[in-house]
């Protein structure tokens, strides 16, 4: 299977493209920016260029049976300071992208949606997918407005759309400026001596998943002929609270935070129910968060000592 | 109490516009078109114009109280040929004008969304609000990410947004060119002599409401400080073809459709669950579809004469 991973240079789509060349699959990487020489393949097809450049999307797809996207110009934190662009960079493209599918070929799309911020504030948890979508971020209205959009897709033009709302991806890879979780964050700052910020007092709640396993469900998707919605967390909450608590004895120090005031955009708590992706693909996340600490850590230490 | 209405113009809007007039109200209207002489009124202030000038946003609000948004650059049966110039025309927009409100005042909007494509193929009928959105048509897309920008300005920044979710509005001033509603189409047509057109079999079943019950909500809504998103029907279905008897009974003579093949984004049967707005502001739609068609009737009967 030829596949095109979209945002395939990226944290997440590093990863996915590290589990889809382990499974035997053809794979190209459609990314603005030049792969990790520490992470690149040879036998990866890494095409630089973005999905809004509509007249180069027949040559993205040419000879591509699936299609993984990963890839956003935006992230929850800041969407909110222009959603205008956020509407332009991400929801327009992939509407472009839908239509060059359309007429070159490939039916398949697995698509990353965003379980930390389509719920909103959710009215319960954990929460399923049948809770509506209430986002408070422009990040969570785009992704919605995605999903809806490749629903359409299949309902008339039959598109084989697999959406995953996964919760919050840490790992290794993960970048350090803040921008792609908390933990990425925390351990960099550790790790190069700087001090580490909680946004209110810490009693936010959030359900962690190890980048590998989100990988793993993620070739689960692109092998299926399976569509709709699926969470895909580790359906436990933790606080940050407690999430430093772990990471004091993963980095085998203490750990002193500075608190900073909330944000308006930041849900109290969100824990994501799994009992969907886990009925329709037997998925379950197999590296708990002590590991997956202590495996980011690992990759941190190297990284920074570099 | 001065209020701004955005597409004071159209066959809504125009309604709107009397019912808020007739019950004391300041009324200014933004819309491209002008007024039609019929229906202009010399105490509104009509002002020329389309939300997409955002450097004028600042003058379309200045001194107003409330904002009731009724316009859209597409409809439902055209919008999924170029989807992102919906986006651009609608979804945008909006985000500006919210933006802008935030700024210079108001408060308080009434917003026009869809209770006949939100849902999509509903999985129950009548269908309650806290059916998930599934739309299948790229109006019914934005209009579930309007109201998500909605929600979250919100709860962000406090603004008071009251969601409309329509089912087919229709009635006096209603246009003929099959872009509002079947209903004015079919009645204008059998008024010129001209055939009518059922796309698919005829079964599929609508929910109408006469467009000055929708009035009396839209004044209601404006007037309450109650939030959230409320269905606005008649709570009854009819089929397309028990519709073309009704209408049959209406213009006094036999009427002789002329089939033709279904569309794949026409809902089978949708018809709003209206509990939920009866509970918050004891309404309920006064005008039976006897009643609404010779009222309609009536006035095309004259407007097509004229």
């Known amino acids: 299977m030829h596949v095109l991973i979209i945002g395939g240079c990226g944290f997440v789509g590093s990863h996915v493209v590290d589990k889809c060349l382990a499974e035997g699959m053809a794979v190209r990487v459609l990314d603005p920016a030049r792969p990790n020489s520490r992470i690149a393949h040879p036998e990866v097809d890494y095409v630089r260029g973005h999905l809004e450049d509509q007249a180069r999307l027949p040559e993205f797809l040419s000879g591509i049976d699936a299609v993984v996207h990963l890839a956003s110009t935006t992230i929850p934190s800041s969407s909110n300071l222009d959603p205008a662009s956020d509407i332009s960079g991400n929801l327009i493209p992939m509407i472009r992208l839908l239509e060059a599918m359309r007429e070159h070929g490939p039916r398949k799309l697995v698509f990353l949606s965003s379980g930390g911020t389509i719920y909103g504030i959710p009215n319960m948890c954990p929460v399923p997918e049948t809770h509506l979508p209430q986002p408070i971020c422009s990040y969570g209205v785009v992704k919605a407005a995605m999903e809806h959009y490749l629903q359409m897709e299949q309902h008339l033009h039959g598109l084989q759309a697999t959406i995953l709302r996964p919760s919050n991806i840490y790992g290794p890879r993960q970048g350090r400026l803040g ?128």
Chains 1, 2 share one sequence.
């Not at 969100?270 to 379950?284: M, P, R």
Request: with cysteine; charged share 15%.
């Open 179 to 306: 921008v792609q979780g908390v933990i990425g964050t925390y351990l960099h700052n550790l790790s190069l001596g700087l001090p580490i910020e909680v946004w209110g007092d810490g009693s936010v709640i959030r359900d962690f998943l190890y980048v590998q396993d989100f990988a793993d469900i993620c070739h689960q998707a692109l092998m299926s002929s399976l569509t709709g919605c699926f969470n895909a967390g580790s359906g436990t909450g933790i606080s940050i609270r407690d999430l430093i608590g772990r990471i004091q004895r993963t980095v085998g120090g203490p750990v002193h935070p500075i608190y900073r005031d909330g944000r308006g955009f930041d849900v109290p708590r969100v824990v994501l129910d799994i009992s969907k992706v886990n009925a329709a693909f037997g998925w379950t996340p197999r590296v708990g968060l002590d590991e997956g600490l202590a495996g980011t850590w690992n990759w941190v230490s190297k990284c920074d000592a570099a």
